[in-house]
């Protein structure tokens, strides 16, 4: 069995200021090392004050993901040597004497799959690394310390994920979630990153770091597994390391053993007393959050009976959530949720197709209008949702130009089956015999109509024909 699980990093780029300085927390505006002071660099001396705020949009991401949130928290150096980090050690937020990070034990449903979050910690990001260069000979590494100390949230969750797929439908959730709190932008780039670790068949687990993308997680996830399994087959052990993702070459390359916690030499930061988060705060950032993915859910189920699993669907997409609050009234909300959830999900499964999509909530009450109407089938309202998609051209319109029209009319549908008797005799045998296969016949005049036949009145006339 494949396991998988998530560390996600989330820039908090809504807020005024980094996360112990007064630096700006949107350092993507300034020149090179323009945006520093003696706290983001580490100089001797200076002293971090924590940014409150900071500690307000990381309880309300615990809470919109039903985390727990223990009344103190405390801050953690990690000590580690490394260009990017000036300090030499990352200011963080650790477990080791009890829950002391801003949120524990939340989770996520993804497809009725709960996915527990372990951790969510609030710490500080690093510099960044460029390298120049064409060759590794005439190679240069350039540091930029804007990035350093602007405020991250760690999620941890528990390696629940059983395939790839899950992951991405995990990670639109919880962007869209973190886009809807306004404490962040995951859209920008390098503000939402995700390292991944995956283990089959109860075997060590591999971290695979470096992933530049969303869609680049996918693959490096897909190439993995497979890696894995390979090895799995041959009965070589499979090595506990951490990998990075050869972006170029599309592959995961071994790049060090793993270090265990006691590695970093954690200990507590006393520059930085412990945070009380008492209730007063914690009702305050209540009343503030907008709606939550289940209580959306919830209000889906009760006030249009739309069935739950449809309604999880809906309400864990803002897309999808925005397409339906939009264009249902009381009388089609069901239909229009089964056709997102049935046919537009189809099509439109990525963020850059919501993006590109053309699609309105208006198009959407059309089509229910027409099928309601018997103007179309269900069939050509599909057909027509990929054109509109694409165009955005009114439904009325799409309709019309693809000749979609619904063909209701007796004696048509009568000479289309005369035709499928001819060219079908075996089946039309069959038919008579077992009434049950009669639906293959139906398929032929779909077939022969490009889908555009009443399915009801259809079957009624070949059962007349057949005798039945
Ligand atoms: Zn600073």
């Known amino acids: 069995m494949t396991k998988i699980g998530l560390e996600i990093h989330c820039q908090l780029t809504k807020l005024e200021s980094k996360l112990f300085c007064s630096c700006k927390a949107n350092y993507r505006k300034f020149e090179p090392n323009h945006n520093i002071c003696p706290v983001c660099m580490g100089l001797p001396g200076s002293l971090p004050r924590l940014n409150q705020k900071a500690v307000e949009s990381a309880a309300s991401i615990a809470m919109a993901l039903s985390c727990e949130t223990p009344d103190k928290i405390a801050f953690f150096r990690k000590n580690y040597f490394y260009p990017d980090l000036p300090k030499n050690f990352q200011i963080t937020q650790l477990n080791v004497y009890g829950d002391m990070s801003v949120g524990g034990e939340g989770y996520v449903n993804v497809e ?83 390292d991944g670790n995956v283990s089959i068949e109860g075997g060590n687990k591999v971290e695979i770091k470096n992933i530049g993308s969303f869609h680049d997680l996918e693959k490096a996830l897909h190439f993995e597994i497979t890696r894995q399994q390979s090895l799995f087959e041959r009965d070589i052990e499979i090595a506990q390391e951490t990998r990075h993702w050869d972006d170029r ?76 609050e939009n264009s249902y009234s009381d009388s089609n909300a069901k239909d229009i949720a089964n056709l997102i959830t049935t046919d537009v999900i189809g099509f439109i499964d990525t963020k850059e197709k919501q993006q590109n999509s053309k699609i309105t909530s208006q198009h959407l009450s059309d089509l229910i209008d027409a099928m309601n109407s018997k103007t179309i089938t269900r069939n050509s309202a599909k057909v027509a949702l990929q054109e509109i998609m694409k165009t955005g051209k009114d439904t009325k319109i799409v309709l019309n130009e693809l000749d979609l029209g619904q063909v209701s009319d007796s004696s048509e549908i009568e000479n289309i089956i005369s035709q499928i008797f001819e060219e079908e005799k075996q089946a039309v045998i069959d038919a008579k015999e077992r009434p049950e296969t009669v639906n293959f016949l139906v398929g032929k005049v779909m077939q022969k109509t490009k889908g555009k036949a009443d399915p009801v009145k259809t079957l009624e006339l070949i059962k007349s024909n057949l005798g039945q």
């Open 112 to 194: 009725n799959k709960k996915i527990k979050i372990r951790r969510i910690q609030l710490e500080e990001d690093p510099g960044r690394i460029i390298y120049e260069g064409a060759s590794e000979r005439t190679k240069i590494t350039l540091i930029d310390y804007n990035r350093a100390g602007t405020p991250l949230v760690e999620i941890v969750t528990d390696p629940d994920f059983e395939s790839p797929r899950q992951v991405r439908i995990f990670l639109n959730i919880l962007s869209d979630l973190l886009e809807n709190l306004g404490v962040a932008e995951p859209g920008l780039e390098g503000a939402m990153r995700a």
């Open 249 to 324: 070459r599309k592959i995961t390359v071994s790049s060090r053993s793993k270090e265990e916690d006691q590695d970093y030499r954690y200990f507590l930061e006393n520059d930085i007393p412990w945070v009380k988060i008492d209730q007063s705060t914690r009702d305050t950032l209540k009343e503030n959050m907008p709606e939550s993915i289940s209580s959306k859910k919830d209000r889906y189920v009760e006030k249009f009976d739309i069935a739950p699993q449809v309604a999880e669907i809906i309400a864990s997409d803002r897309y999808y959530s925005k397409l339906f």
